[in-house]
């Protein structure tokens, strides 16, 4: 595959729409229905332990909700944006109301997972607020168009996770990443131009892929182990069409371009 460069991003904007044309319908046609699948099996095993009085409907309905509202909480939610070194904030600190700690097994899992996405979501909302508000200087509407893809590809994601934990009736997962945050934070500050901005959507990326790896071990449940399995593919193909935005070929690399693992672990949240 050869792609051509422009002054700004090192392939067309052509491009870069193909590969987000592609993103969003393989997102849609293949990575949705295998997630669903994998709550709604989840759903039934967890049902299955419930008291009597809570139902499989009772559950899925819940689970359901959980989901449909996750995203608009999500969009409703998503700070301001007054300046480029300020634009990303953490929605608060790790609590039980921010639905982080006191949980053990595949719930503490979903629980991890959910503030990754939801860091994913701050991050790239901080930088289409600043990119449509001309703060990174020239950028491409193709570039906009894939972040807000991305974005909702997110959304998806922590929706899924929180409407488990909701529906075992657990917090919802409110807060981003506390241990990442703060990093992503000062990174952001420093952002100028698209390609800052593009090496740290590649990192978070790299980050949540690394983490789904790592976190997919320690799942107890076949059902929870395929909601993992159909998401981390999502955040490779971020990275991927990161990579080419960068002029990189796909894979993780060091500063020269030498190969390393193709997806090394040394960046996932433990």
Same mark, same amino acid.
């Given at each position: 595959? /050869?792609?051509?460069?422009?002054?700004?991003?090192? @392939?067309?904007?052509?491009?870069?729409?193909?590969?987000?044309?592609?993103?969003?319908?393989?997102?849609?046609? %293949?990575?949705?229905?295998?997630?669903?699948?994998? @709550?709604?099996?989840? *759903?039934?095993?967890?049902?299955? /332990?419930?008291?009597?009085?809570?139902? /499989?409907?009772?559950?899925?309905? /819940?689970?359901?909700? *959980?989901?449909?509202?996750?995203?608009?909480? =999500?969009?409703?939610?998503?700070?301001?944006?007054?300046? +480029?070194? &300020?634009?990303?904030?953490?929605?608060?600190?790790?609590?039980?109301?921010?639905?982080?700690?006191?949980?053990?097994?595949?719930?503490? %899992? *979903?629980?991890?997972?959910?503030?990754?996405?939801?860091?994913?979501?701050?991050?790239?909302?901080?930088?289409?607020?600043?990119?449509?508000?001309?703060? =990174?200087?020239?950028?491409?509407?193709?570039?906009?168009?894939?972040?807000?893809?991305?974005?909702?590809?997110?959304?998806?994601?922590?929706?899924?996770?929180? *409407? @488990?934990?909701?529906?075992? $009736?657990?917090?919802?997962?409110?807060?981003?990443?506390?241990?990442?945050?703060?990093?992503?934070?000062?990174?952001?500050?420093?952002?100028?131009? %698209?390609?800052?901005?593009?090496?740290?959507?590649?990192?978070?990326?790299?980050?949540?892929?690394?983490?789904?790896?790592?976190?997919?071990?320690?799942?107890? &449940?076949?059902?929870?182990?395929?909601?993992?399995?159909? @998401?981390?593919? +999502?955040?490779?193909?971020?990275?991927?069409?990161?990579?080419?935005?960068? $002029?990189?070929?796909? $894979?993780?690399?060091?500063?020269?371009?030498?190969?390393?693992?193709?997806?090394?672990?040394?960046?996932?949240?433990?």
């Amino acid at each position: 595959m /050869r792609f051509e460069t422009n002054d700004i991003i090192a @392939i067309s904007e052509a491009e870069l729409a193909g590969l987000t044309t592609d993103l969003d319908a393989m997102h849609r046609e %293949v990575g949705m229905p295998a997630m669903n699948e994998a @709550i709604d099996g989840w *759903a039934d095993d967890i049902s299955a /332990r419930a008291p009597r009085h809570t139902n /499989r409907r009772t559950f899925l309905v /819940r689970a359901g909700g *959980a989901i449909a509202g996750g995203a608009a909480l =999500l969009a409703v939610g998503a700070p301001e944006f007054s300046g +480029v070194a &300020s634009a990303l904030t953490a929605s608060g600190p790790p609590n039980s109301q921010g639905g982080i700690t006191g949980l053990t097994g595949d719930l503490a %899992v *979903a629980a991890l997972a959910a503030s990754l996405e939801n860091l994913a979501v701050y991050a790239y909302t901080a930088g289409i607020a600043a990119a449509t508000a001309g703060k =990174l200087g020239t950028v491409p509407p193709a570039v906009v168009t894939f972040a807000t893809t991305a974005k909702s590809q997110h959304m998806d994601h922590a929706a899924a996770w929180n *409407a @488990i934990l909701t529906a075992s $009736g657990k917090h919802a997962v409110t807060v981003t990443e506390p241990s990442l945050t703060p990093v992503v934070n000062q990174l952001f500050g420093k952002v100028t131009d %698209v390609t800052g901005l593009a090496q740290l959507a590649l990192q978070l990326e790299n980050a949540a892929a690394q983490t789904y790896q790592v976190q997919s071990t320690k799942l107890k &449940s076949k059902k929870a182990i395929a909601t993992s399995s159909s @998401i981390q593919p +999502v955040e490779m193909q971020h990275a991927a069409i990161l990579y080419f935005v960068l $002029g990189q070929y796909p $894979g993780v690399q060091t500063a020269s371009g030498a190969p390393l693992a193709f997806n090394p672990t040394s960046t996932a949240v433990s």
